[in-house]
């Protein structure tokens, strides 16, 4: 193929010409122009680069699932030949490369998905590099059609051994083959799993759990035999909602489309849906990531005294980011930190709690400037003489000791912080914001203990 006239004004080299004009070929997803251009590079002996084979091969692997059965296998012939060609010009294939040849291996009618999952499994050995969830999904994808129900469990216990979480998609492929295998252990379990990840399942995930409660198998599977106590300390010890115990009970389900208006009532049920809140074995992993966050990046030695602090003073349904709350709304001429206005928090809590003293989390540099006022002083000293009043040490950032205290303790947290700082954004995307999403104000229904946000509270001290 002719490199264009304007590919040639761009640049002056031919490597710099077939760039620019094997870009334009990505761009407007012309597959042919660029398996042209390929080949009178090869023909000219140009040396080509990761990125060049990287553009062949994405090309390839976005077109390749709308052509015909001889398009379609020639096109996986010429891939695996400029893959081969990769290797032999020792353009080492990075994660972009063996996802994209994952998703051309994976459309062999034959043993793609094999040869497709093994690319992934040995990307990391052969080429030092690490799989993501896109390189996973075209292997899964092709197990979940084929209905090779065990070599698609298979691809997800490999992805967990990699650190990659499964999303929607995936879950809800994995979750369809085995219903459509009468897999029934397996699709509970995959239940549970879109229970603890997704807030909202999509239409298609919907009809997917719709088929399977329609279906013979799911009218099979029960448990008639079972304790009424048992599910209900389960219920409790999982955090409301779900008891994991299996299929209870026998019968034809009972489907409904229904809807859930903002206060969650079901108007299916009639009744007001409770909040789930997280399991406690959750909470326990993410209280030791916290820790283990937070041990990173303060003082080791501070942090583990306030570790042990805290396990000696368990008591608290309360705990108050005391910063937060002397500076809420205090942003005007002659505003500052506000004592009475975190004291009237604090008395509030207590006379909620029966007189039960709620911890203050509040920085020892504060703590001292406040001391300075008499008045401020006695309040201070009330506090710390109750046992209310933690002071974090010079050098450390309180938000690790509140948010800690809160999730190990399981209790109330009092901010108007929203969390959305660097030190949240390193708890990751998938507990963090799930814990907190169910622990603020409008989750808080029946047994959940909700993190207050401040302008819930403006009632109490005006």
Not at 90 to 98: C, D, L, M, S, V
Request: net charge negative; aromatic share 10%.
């Amino acid at each position: 193929m002719e490199i264009p006239a304007r590919a040639k004004k761009k640049s002056s080299t031919r490597e710099g010409q077939f760039r620019y004009a094997l870009d334009m070929c990505a761009k407007t997803g012309d597959l042919a122009g660029a398996l042209a251009l390929y080949e009178s590079a090869v023909a000219e002996n140009l040396r080509l680069s990761a990125y060049h084979f990287n553009s062949l091969l994405h090309i390839i692997s976005t077109s390749i699932g709308t052509f015909d059965e001889p398009s379609k296998k020639s096109s996986i012939d010429t891939s695996f030949a400029i893959f081969d060609r990769m290797a032999a010009d020792g353009a080492t294939p990075t994660e972009a490369t063996i996802t994209s040849m994952a998703r051309i291996a994976a459309q062999r009618p034959d043993e793609g998905a094999n040869l497709a999952f093994d690319l992934v499994k040995t990307m990391g050995e052969r080429y030092g590099a690490s799989p993501r969830l896109r390189t996973y999904s075209p292997v899964l994808s092709a197990f979940c059609r084929r209905l090779e129900a065990d070599k698609a469990y298979a691809v997800e216990c490999h992805m967990v051994s990699m650190g990659v979480v499964p999303e929607e998609p995936e879950i809800a492929a994995l979750l369809e083959v085995s219903a459509k295998v009468g897999r029934e252990d397996k699709v509970y379990g995959y239940l549970h799993k879109l229970r603890g990840s997704v807030g909202c399942v999509a239409d298609s995930t919907a009809e997917i759990l719709e088929g399977w409660f329609r279906s013979e198998r799911a009218m099979e599977v029960e448990r008639s035999n079972w304790d009424a106590g048992t599910v209900k300390d389960a219920i409790l010890m999982n955090g409301g909602g779900w008891h994991g115990l299996g299929w209870l009970g026998e019968g034809v389900w009972d489907i409904r489309h229904a809807t859930v208006n903002s206060e969650g009532d079901c108007s299916g049920c009639g009744q007001r849906l409770a909040c789930v809140d997280i399991d406690r074995m959750e909470t326990e992993k993410f209280a030791v990531s916290v820790a283990t966050l937070a041990l990173g990046r303060e003082s080791k030695s501070n942090f583990r005294t306030f570790q042990e602090w805290l396990e000696k003073h368990s008591e608290y349904e309360a705990i108050i980011d005391g910063a937060n709350v002397g500076l809420y709304q205090q942003n005007f001429a002659d505003g500052g930190f506000s004592l009475s206005q975190l004291d009237a928090v604090v008395q509030e809590l207590f006379e909620r709690s029966q007189g039960r003293w709620p911890l203050i989390v509040l920085h020892k540099k504060r703590a001292l400037a406040l001391m300075e006022n008499p008045s401020n002083r006695q309040i201070l000293e009330k506090w710390r003489a109750e046992g209310a009043l933690y002071t974090t040490p010079t050098g450390s950032n309180d938000d690790w000791y509140w948010l800690y205290a809160a999730v190990k303790l399981k209790c109330l947290l009092v901010t108007n912080d929203e969390m959305r700082d660097h030190i949240f954004e390193l708890l990751g995307r998938s507990f963090f914001p799930k814990w907190k999403e169910r622990h603020q104000p409008g989750s808080s229904r029946n047994s959940l203990r909700p993190v207050f946000l401040l302008t819930f509270l403006t009632g109490f001290f005006g």
